[in-house]
């Protein structure tokens, strides 16, 4: 059976790719929505595998990429306080190249 469910052309991934068992609304969430690309974040309840998952409006429909990861939800509040800067990668090849 397949993980996704098929609408006009639609893929809709429904189940978890590691395990096949079915997503509820609830392992869903909104991370980020702006400017025509929502981040989701999909946390299987059975095998606690996560997926990223980027949709994205354009000129030539909409686009979605998926990708598994090892992301807790709670990483997410880190990752919208600070962004990398110039000086931030600078410092860590100083730091790397010292050890």
Do not use: W
């Not at 978890?16 to 999909?42: Q, W």
């Not at 997926?51 to 030539?60: C, D, E, R, S």
Request: charged share 25%; aromatic share 8%.
């Amino acid at each position: 059976m397949s993980k996704f469910n098929q609408t006009s052309g639609i893929q809709i991934m429904t189940k978890c790719p590691m395990c096949d068992f079915k997503y509820e609304k609830k392992d869903v969430k909104i991370i980020n929505s702006k400017e025509g690309v929502v981040t989701l974040y999909l946390n299987c309840q059975n095998c606690r595998g996560s997926i990223m998952m980027l949709i994205m409006t354009g000129a030539f429909g909409i686009t979605s990429i998926s990708m598994t990861s090892d992301i807790a939800e709670d990483d997410f509040e880190n990752m919208e306080h600070g962004c990398v800067e110039y000086d931030d990668v600078l410092e860590m090849h100083k730091f790397l190249k010292n050890k």
